[in-house]
C-alpha cells in the first residue's frame, strides 16, 4: 500500500533562506507527483506536476525534483519570503487494483517565513 | 483557467440530516474526486468518478454517497450526516495528470 511521508511536519526559517521541502512515498511505481500550497481555511493550489520520466520541474523561485528509484522528491524554495508562509503538500498519482488512477496525499509541512 | 467551484464555503447541519456538496468545473474534466481533510490526517480520499455516472469508492466511503449525471458536476452525499462528519471538504477535478482543486467546504455537524 502506498504511503507518502513529508517530513519536517513544521518549519520556520528567516526571510531570504533557501529551504527544501521533503516527500517520500514507499512504492516507486507512481505516474507523477503533485505539489500543492495551501492556505488557512483554503483549498490547494497546484504549485509544479513532475511527471515519472522526469527528474525535475522549475517555476520561479520553486524548483521540484522526483527519485523514484528512491521514492524521493524534494521542493526547493529559493530566497524565501513572508508570503510563502503556508502549508506544503506532495501528492503521488498512483493506479488502483480496478485499473483505475488516484492520488494520494502526504500531510505536509507546516511552513513559516519570518520577517 | 481551471476553475473548480464548490456550492457552499461554510455550512452548519443537524445530526441527522441529507447534506449536499456540490462541485462543478468548467474544463471538461473526465476525473473528479471529493476528499476530506482532518487535523493529523491529511487529505483521504472519500470517492472519485473518471466519467459520467461512473464512480468508484476511495479510502474512506462509509457514510457518504456520490452522483454524477452531467460531466461537470459531482455531488458528495451525507445520507444521515453525523457529528464525526465534521471536517473540510475539498473536490478536485484532473485531466488527465494533474488536479486542480476548489476552495473547499467547512461543514460543521452539530
Known amino acids: 500500500k502506498q504511503e507518502v511521508t513529508q517530513i519536517p511536519a513544521a518549519l520556520s526559517v528567516p526571510e531570504g533562506e533557501n529551504l527544501v521541502l521533503n516527500c517520500s512515498f514507499t512504492d516507486s511505481a507512481i505516474y507523477n507527483l503533485q505539489w500543492f500550497r495551501q492556505d488557512p481555511g483554503k483549498g490547494l493550489t497546484s504549485l509544479l506536476l513532475?511527471?515519472?520520466?522526469?527528474r525535475e520541474q522549475t517555476s520561479g523561485r520553486l524548483n521540484a525534483s522526483l527519485d523514484k528509484s528512491s521514492g524521493r522528491s524534494t521542493l526547493y524554495i529559493a530566497a524565501s519570503q513572508p508570503g510563502d508562509s503556508a502549508t506544503y503538500l506532495c501528492?503521488?498519482?498512483?493506479?488502483?487494483?480496478?485499473?483505475?488512477?488516484?492520488?494520494?496525499f502526504g500531510t505536509g509541512t507546516r511552513l513559516k517565513v519570518l520577517a | 483557467d481551471v476553475k473548480v467551484t464548490q456550492s457552499s464555503r461554510y455550512l452548519v447541519k443537524r445530526t441527522g440530516e441529507k447534506v449536499f456538496l456540490e462541485c462543478v468545473q468548467d474544463m471538461d474534466h473526465e476525473n473528479m474526486f471529493w476528499y476530506r481533510q482532518d487535523p493529523g490526517l491529511g487529505l483521504r480520499l472519500i470517492y472519485f468518478?473518471?466519467?459520467?455516472?461512473?464512480?468508484e469508492k476511495g479510502d474512506i466511503p462509509e457514510g457518504y454517497s456520490v452522483s454524477r449525471e452531467k460531466k461537470e458536476r459531482f455531488s458528495l452525499i451525507l445520507e444521515s450526516a453525523s457529528t464525526n462528519q465534521t471536517s473540510m471538504y475539498l473536490c478536485a477535478s484532473s485531466h488527465p495528470n494533474e488536479q486542480f482543486f476548489g476552495p473547499g467546504t467547512r461543514l460543521t455537524v452539530l
Open positions: 468518478s473518471y466519467d459520467v455516472k461512473m464512480k
Open positions: 513532475i511527471q515519472s520520466s522526469q
Open positions: 501528492a503521488v498519482r498512483t493506479r488502483t487494483t480496478s485499473g483505475t488512477y488516484k492520488y494520494i
